[in-house]
């Protein structure tokens, strides 16, 4: 069983920046793993994903301004946001694909506001 932990989430200032952190515990390898994120009234969005390679890939949306980077522990992963927008208010999820399964994690706010 694999459980995913977010953290790092808060209120900040358009223009500020936070910085996210995600651990698959009990994930025995390195996987794929992503962060996804869903604002109030809409779909969960793909917002950055990393390869157990350490491919990158980026919504159009953040590209430039968002960084996930895999930490020491093969699987944890970061999150650096810069240049926050208000549309970058969401809950964000972390995933990691394990042993043909997909766990997600709870989920931590990100609130982009004056």
Request: glycine fraction near 12%.
């Amino acid at each position: 069983q694999v459980q995913v932990v977010e953290s790092g989430g808060g209120l900040v200032q358009p223009g500020g920046s936070l910085s996210l952190s995600c651990g698959a515990l009990g994930s025995t390898f390195r996987s794929a793993m992503g962060w996804y994120r869903q604002a109030p009234g809409k779909q969960r969005e793909l917002v950055a994903t990393i390869t157990s390679s350490d491919t990158t890939l980026y919504a159009d949306s953040v590209k430039g301004r968002f960084t996930i980077s895999r930490g020491n522990a093969k699987n944890t992963i970061y999150l650096q946001m810069n240049s926050l927008k208000p549309e970058d208010t969401a809950v964000y999820y972390c995933n990691v694909f394990h042993s043909n399964r997909l766990y997600w994690g709870q989920g931590t706010q990100v609130t982009v506001s004056s």
